[in-house]
């Protein structure tokens, strides 16, 4: 299949020829001609650099009427990179069709400038739900003639919790336009969404539903939650050339992970909410020139980070729901190239590997945390490798020569080598001679290993939270909840179970009180609720019975198979 079969104009052509785009992805291949042959609403799935921005914003910057001066198409997406890169795309697409004009309209940034644009006279809007709605309840934008809606990644927008505005924009919209859905996955939400917005929609799957991009691997590691630093030093140790992003569930956890590297000697930086749009555009910069190593990110910071070659994705802490972790691992293995998608888990973190894998329809892989011996074997033999590789040029060095080899006179080549090799990893060598093997085996439900580990540790005990459903909570947002009520530790919450008017979640015995008073001390707010947390049950049994009741049948964790034997670490 090739562009010109796809019936786009000969300056769209023009345009994506220049930027390099040869052959149409298969998104493309599906989407263009669907879009350009028939004005039916479409529901696409495809993950986040299958080359989707292409799909659906070549054929629509060949259907726009230049003489119209108010917009034509509406593109919504969740964030402000994301926004800023569909309208630069779509630039880059136009750079050869007269007269396009695309408004990139976004939170965090003056309102004024786009106001002002917005009244100039725009064909293509570029938004994220929040920032828009704010344009439409200052009057300023008129959707009369819009013709066109793209919601991309709506998954994400509605993991955001966008829900409402999405609603309050599409109401806005002619009734007549066309809808056009992109998202990862497809969550009940989405297909609502898409039942009440859109008519008989097309539906185009490229690649498996929920996949992950086929051409990256998961894999997982077992440590010991406190060891989880350890673990991630020993993989960046362990690829030095490894180029990737580090997920974290909250700023705080993305922060001091970055903090910790930079101490440590690695080229990494953190990306996240509470950052000035100025840093986060140093951050970005440093990023893509590859002064950095590693990015440490919140999911939400990360979302729309258009960078190619990463080779790695590291899940610092697993998320909560599939949605997150299709669009973190699809971070890497884009354009063709291969990626690796590493989560570090703690014992009881199993379930949620199985979960995932079987929701992706993709294996992970456990993998043992490299040794002291594994990195500094792999650094040795990369030394190697650049050795044997090495073409000096001839020049002063072979002048120098003679003397070299008399001053090494009597050493054999194995000792040369030795001291060469213990010479340019001393730091390593003396580091690791001392680190201990970290690995640690999953924790199996009901397993007397684990209810051995579980009184060891104190066991968990459960929570109550003051809000449930009826407050509109969903298990994500009661650990955000945590999260946000105590910033400086990153608790392990086990079971939740969200009733009507209260939750319980478990957390380790030890880390109960902590949590209690942090709520007691943080005043946290949810839906325009105080919320607090008490010992579930705890002079409260009226509650307690209230909990049972809403739920009796709640089935035990799934027995888990014993786990698969971990395999080695191949360069
Ligand atoms: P997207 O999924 O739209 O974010 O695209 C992912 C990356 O693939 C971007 O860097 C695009 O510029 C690039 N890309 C999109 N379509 C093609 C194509 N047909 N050929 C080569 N690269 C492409």
């Given at each position: 299949m090739k562009f010109t079969e796809l019936g786009l104009s000969p300056e769209i052509l023009e345009g994506i020829s220049r930027l390099g785009f040869e052959t149409p992805t298969p998104v493309q291949a599906a989407v263009i001609p669907a879009i350009l042959n028939n004005g039916r609403d479409l529901v696409a799935l495809a993950q986040t650099g299958t080359g989707k921005t292409a799909a659906f914003g070549l054929p629509i910057l060949q259907m726009l009427d230049t003489n119209i001066k108010t917009p034509q198409t509406l593109i919504l997406c969740p964030t402000r990179e994301l926004c800023m890169q569909i309208a630069r795309d779509l630039e880059n697409f136009a750079a050869?069709?007269?007269g396009v004009r695309v408004l990139a309209v976004y939170g965090g940034a003056d309102i004024k400038p786009q106001l002002a644009a917005m009244v100039r006279g725009v064909d293509i809007v570029v938004a994220t739900p929040g920032r828009m709605v704010d344009l439409l309840r200052r009057k300023r934008?008129?959707?009369?003639?819009?013709?066109r809606v793209v919601l991309d990644e709506a998954d994400e927008m509605l993991n955001m919790g966008f829900e409402e505005d999405l609603e309050a924009i599409l109401s806005e919209v002619p009734d007549g336009a066309q809808t056009l859905l992109f998202s990862a996955t497809m969550p009940r939400q989405v297909a609502s969404i898409a039942k009440k917005y859109m008519k008989d929609p097309e539906e185009i799957t490229v690649g498996t539903r929920n996949a992950g991009a086929e051409n990256v691997s998961h894999e997982y590691l077992v440590v010991h939650a406190k060891d989880r630093y350890r673990a991630l030093k020993r993989l960046a140790d362990f690829y030095p050339d490894m180029y990737g992003i580090v997920f974290c569930r909250t700023r705080q956890e993305t922060q001091d992970i970055a903090d910790h590297l930079g101490k440590d000697g690695y080229k990494s930086e953190s990306l996240h909410g509470d950052l000035t749009q100025q840093q986060r555009d140093r951050v970005m910069k440093r990023f893509r020139a590859r002064e950095l190593q590693m990015l440490v990110a919140t999911d939400v910071a990360a979302r729309?980070?258009?960078?190619?070659?990463?080779?790695h994705v590291i899940n610092y802490s697993l998320p909560d729901d599939l949605g997150s972790y299709t669009h973190r691992s699809g971070?890497?293995?884009?354009?063709?190239k291969t990626g690796v998608s590493i989560a570090l888990i703690n014992m009881r973190e199993h379930n949620k590997v199985k979960f995932i894998e079987k929701q992706l329809g993709r294996k992970f892989v456990q993998r043992n945390v490299p040794t002291g011996a594994d990195i500094c074997q792999a650094r040795l033999l990369g030394l190697m490798e650049r050795l044997s590789q090495m073409n000096p040029e001839p020049g002063l060095i072979d002048e120098i020569l003679p003397s070299l080899c008399a001053s090494l006179e009597g050493v054999s080549r194995e000792e040369l080598l030795r001291r060469f090799a213990s010479m340019e990893l001393q730091r390593m060598l003396d580091y690791y001679s001392k680190e201990p093997d970290i690995n640690t085996e999953p924790l199996h439900e009901g397993s007397h290993a684990a209810r051995k580990k579980q009184t060891a540790a104190g066991g968990l005990v459960e929570l109550c939270m003051n809000i449930g459903k009826a407050n509109r909570l969903a298990p994500k947002q009661l650990m955000n909840l945590v999260n946000v009520a105590d910033r400086s530790s990153s608790v392990e919450i086990g079971r939740i179970n969200i009733t009507h008017m209260q939750s319980y979640f478990e957390v380790p015995r030890d880390a109960a009180q902590a949590v209690i008073d942090s709520f007691a001390k943080s005043l946290v707010d949810f839906e325009g609720r105080r919320v607090s947390v008490t010992l579930a049950g705890a002079g409260n049994p009226a509650k307690r019975d209230e909990k049972r009741a809403a739920?009796?049948?709640?089935?035990?964790?799934p027995k888990n198979p014993p786990g698969k034997k971990p395999g080695h670490w191949q360069k």
């Open positions: 050869c069709v007269r934008a008129d959707f009369s003639k819009i013709k729309g980070l258009d960078v190619t070659d990463l080779t971070r890497t293995g884009r354009a063709g739920n009796p049948h709640r089935p035990n964790r």
